[in-house]
């Protein structure tokens, strides 16, 4: 073991060991050198293109029958790009429910087909239907998407969208409809409870920036199956100082009007579809007014006989982009308007109960509807009785104002020819002569001393035309006259079917007219007024609301009770003799 000497004891060897290193690294380098430049070539993996990489999805990209979205691999690449897409392969229906509503959604578009109202009937007694399927089949059914690119929003209401559920949901319920591509990415989702309202919330990316796409209500209601129905139309919305109402003349399709809206929204006579945005300040609203075609008999529909009308309709959403409000779907019932909550907005009542328009004499029509909905509730379980027994109290409480105006009436009659006399005495003076001012001083002094009135005949009138102009209003946007029956009559909101309640407007104006003295009118003008008079207002009162009319017939008949029983006292006695007098005075 001694003559064993350690290799790393060598004289030499580190040296030996540095230059072997050196010599197998040189044997290295040149060996890669050689190889690269002499040996083999590697073919190099093929780059995808960025055309490749944005090409539309191909057939091949089409979900299969068994899923409902897919990710497609763009054809020719390695592997490493992809374009995902999220689209159904089959149009399908969902249907959402509670014990108000049944809506039933279709994933074309995510929007909505069909949206009854199951305390609410047609005219034909089946469950109200608001779609306006002839108009949306036009111009877009609701909850569809409104852009200001007409391509885009052809492409958004005509995806196939994929469903969250499927199936009938029983409310509360979500439902949620989602859409992308290869530049557009797009998401709507709505939440059901058990009210009349809907959550709402959109968002649609296009080119990866937010986009405005707006949920619309776009073609009206299916309620309006004639002229007087699409006349009703209006495009109504609150903002911060006041509700504005626009009728259809006052609408222009595609116009922008930004907020800020407590809420905003399509209406007709009794229904309403109201968006109630999250952010009044931000929120836009995009009024639409369509032309269609409808039958002029809407009964008897013919192709030949149809009449041009405006479809109303209106897109509102966040001018930022995502969009996310309420939407109320249902009747314009005051019971139903005041519990539903309104955004906070300076100067906006809390609730929705400004859809229920009673005109200029709000004041007095809103509660006139009170009463006539207590008396339904409370005394007389019908709507065209508590009509009646409303316009007898009425007509008695205006009785002194009717008394008070006979006499004042009486006593100008009584000076008439002393005021005659004064009359002709100045009446070869001219308007400008200083003493044509006498005349109207004695005339003044003869009322005086006579302790006559001249206004005592027309201020009762005065008082008692708003409650006409009321009791109008009021019936007009009383949703619950609606299709309230009353003897022969079916509907107390739409005209009298055999149309008696007019000719009764006739024979009564008639024969009131007959039986009030008017001793101070000419006898050939008030042979006119008895006979045109009655026949204007039956020609006016033709196609009103049957309930109108029964008020109006009612408080005509209540008139002749009146009017006979104070012809019978000395007031009207003396009366009707001065009329007589006039009468056998002007025949000779």
């Given at each position: 073991?001694?003559?064993?000497?350690?290799?790393?004891?060598?004289?030499?060897?580190?040296?030996?060991?540095?230059?072997?290193?050196?010599?197998?690294?040189?044997?290295?380098?040149?060996?890669?050198?050689?190889?690269?430049?002499?040996?083999?070539?590697?073919?190099?993996?093929?780059?995808?293109?960025?055309?490749?990489?944005?090409?539309?999805?191909?057939?091949?990209?089409?979900?299969?029958?068994?899923?409902?979205?897919?990710?497609?691999?763009?054809?020719?690449?390695?592997?490493?790009?992809?374009?995902?897409?999220?689209?159904?392969?089959?149009?399908?229906?969902?249907?959402?429910?509670?014990?108000?509503?049944?809506?039933?959604?279709?994933?074309?578009?995510?929007?909505?087909?069909?949206?009854?109202?199951?305390?609410?009937?047609?005219?034909?007694?089946?469950?109200?239907?608001?779609?306006?399927?002839?108009?949306?089949?036009?111009?877009?059914?609701?909850?569809?998407?409104?852009?200001?690119?007409?391509?885009?929003?052809?492409?958004?209401?005509?995806?196939?969208?994929?469903?969250?559920?499927?199936?009938?949901?029983?409310?509360?319920?979500?439902?949620?409809?989602?859409?992308?591509?290869?530049?557009?990415?797009?998401?709507?989702?709505?939440?059901?409870?058990?009210?009349?309202?809907?959550?709402?919330?959109?968002?649609?990316?296009?080119?990866?920036?937010?986009?405005?796409?707006?949920?619309?209500?776009?073609?009206?209601?299916?309620?309006?199956?004639?002229?007087?129905?699409?006349?009703?139309?209006?495009?109504?919305?609150?903002?911060?100082?006041?509700?504005?109402?626009?009728?259809?003349?006052?609408?222009?399709?595609?116009?922008?009007?930004?907020?800020?809206?407590?809420?905003?929204?399509?209406?007709?006579r009794y229904f309403a579809a109201i968006f109630l945005p999250d952010d009044?300040?931000?929120?836009?609203?995009?009024?639409?007014?369509?032309?269609?075609?409808?039958?002029?008999?809407?009964?008897?529909?013919?192709?030949?006989?149809?009449?041009?009308?405006?479809?109303?309709?209106?897109?509102?959403?966040?001018?930022?982009?995502?969009?996310?409000?309420?939407?109320?779907?249902?009747?314009?019932?005051?019971?139903?308007?005041?519990?539903?909550?309104?955004?906070?907005?300076?100067?906006?009542?809390?609730?929705?109960?400004?859809?229920?328009?009673?005109?200029?004499?709000?004041?007095?029509?809103?509660?006139?509807?009170?009463?006539?909905?207590?008396?339904?509730?409370?005394?007389?379980?019908?709507?065209?009785?508590?009509?009646?027994?409303?316009?007898?109290?009425?007509?008695?409480?205006?009785?002194?104002?009717?008394?008070?105006?006979?006499?004042?009436?009486?006593?100008?009659?009584?000076?008439?020819?002393?005021?005659?006399?004064?009359?002709?005495?100045?009446?070869?003076?001219?308007?400008?002569?200083?003493?044509?001012?006498?005349?109207?001083?004695?005339?003044?002094?003869?009322?005086?001393?006579?302790?006559?009135?001249?206004?005592?005949?027309?201020?009762?009138?005065?008082?008692?035309?708003?409650?006409?102009?009321?009791?109008?209003?009021?019936?007009?946007?009383?949703?619950?006259?609606?299709?309230?029956?009353?003897?022969?009559?079916?509907?107390?909101?739409?005209?009298?079917?055999?149309?008696?309640?007019?000719?009764?407007?006739?024979?009564?104006?008639?024969?009131?007219?007959?039986?009030?003295?008017?001793?101070?009118?000419?006898?050939?003008?008030?042979?006119?007024?008895?006979?045109?008079?009655?026949?204007?207002?039956?020609?006016?009162?033709?196609?009103?609301?049957?309930?109108?009319?029964?008020?109006?017939?009612?408080?005509?008949?209540?008139?002749?009770?009146?009017?006979?029983?104070?012809?019978?006292?000395?007031?009207?006695?003396?009366?009707?003799?001065?009329?007589?007098?006039?009468?056998?005075?002007?025949?000779?």
């Open positions: 073991m001694s003559d064993f000497q350690n290799p790393q004891q060598e004289p030499g060897t580190e040296r030996r060991l540095l230059l072997a290193f050196a010599i197998t690294f040189l044997i290295i380098v040149v060996s890669q050198f050689l190889m690269k430049k002499y040996g083999p070539k590697v073919p190099d993996a093929a780059p995808v293109s960025q055309t490749a990489a944005q090409a539309p999805v191909s057939q091949s990209a089409t979900p299969q029958a068994g899923g409902s979205q897919a990710a497609t691999p763009v054809t020719g690449a390695a592997t490493t790009s992809a374009v995902s897409t999220k689209q159904a392969s089959t149009e399908s229906e969902t249907v959402v429910e509670n014990d108000l509503y049944k809506i039933r959604f279709s994933n074309r578009g995510g929007l909505v087909k069909s949206w009854v109202l199951k305390k609410f009937d047609d005219d034909k007694g089946q469950p109200q239907e608001l779609v306006n399927f002839t108009a949306s089949a036009k111009y877009g059914f609701p909850l569809s998407l409104f852009t200001y690119d007409g391509n885009l929003q052809s492409r958004l209401n005509q995806a196939l969208y994929v469903t969250s559920v499927s199936g009938t949901l029983q409310a509360p319920a979500d439902i949620t409809f989602e859409f992308a591509d290869q530049d557009l990415v797009v998401r709507k989702a709505f939440h059901f409870d058990h009210s009349y309202l809907v959550k709402v919330e959109t968002s649609v990316r296009y080119k990866d920036v937010d986009t405005q796409a707006y949920p619309a209500w776009p073609s009206g209601f299916g309620d309006e199956n004639n002229l007087t129905a699409y006349g009703a139309s209006q495009i109504e919305y609150h903002t911060d100082e006041k509700i504005e109402r626009l009728a259809a003349k006052k609408v222009t399709g595609a116009n922008t009007i930004n907020g800020p809206f407590a809420w905003v929204g399509p209406t007709d009044p300040q931000n929120s836009a609203l995009v009024t639409l007014h369509s032309p269609l075609d409808i039958p002029k008999d809407a009964d008897n529909p013919r192709a030949n006989e149809t009449v041009k009308v405006g479809v109303l309709g209106a897109a509102v959403g966040d001018r930022r982009g995502p969009t996310s409000q309420h939407l109320y779907v249902g009747p314009k019932s005051l019971e139903i308007l005041e519990k539903i909550p309104v955004p906070a907005l300076h100067g906006v009542t809390p609730d929705l109960t400004g859809l229920v328009n009673f005109g200029f004499f709000e004041i007095i029509a809103k509660p006139l509807f009170q009463w006539l909905k207590w008396t339904y509730h409370h005394v007389v379980a019908n709507w065209g009785w508590a009509i009646a027994l409303q316009t007898l109290i009425i007509n008695l409480v205006l009785l002194p104002l009717r008394i008070t105006q006979m006499k004042s009436a009486l006593k100008m009659q009584k000076i008439q020819p002393q005021a005659k006399a004064i009359q002709e005495k100045y009446k070869k003076y001219s308007l400008r002569d200083p003493r044509k001012a006498e005349m109207n001083t004695e005339i003044a002094a003869l009322y005086k001393r006579e302790g006559v009135n001249p206004a005592g005949g027309c201020l009762p009138l005065l008082i008692q035309m708003p409650f006409l102009f009321a009791y109008y209003s009021m019936l007009g946007a009383a949703l619950d006259l609606r299709h309230a029956p009353w003897l022969w009559v079916r509907d107390l909101s739409s005209p009298d079917p055999l149309h008696l309640l007019p000719v009764c407007i006739l024979i009564s104006m008639f024969l009131v007219q007959r039986m009030t003295p008017q001793g101070a009118i000419d006898p050939q003008q008030q042979k006119m007024m008895n006979i045109f008079m009655p026949i204007m207002l039956a020609f006016v009162s033709w196609n009103l609301a049957a309930g109108l009319c029964l008020y109006w017939s009612i408080g005509n008949v209540i008139s002749i009770v009146q009017q006979t029983v104070m012809n019978k006292t000395s007031l009207g006695q003396e009366m009707r003799a001065m009329a007589d007098k006039r009468a056998r005075k002007a025949q000779k």
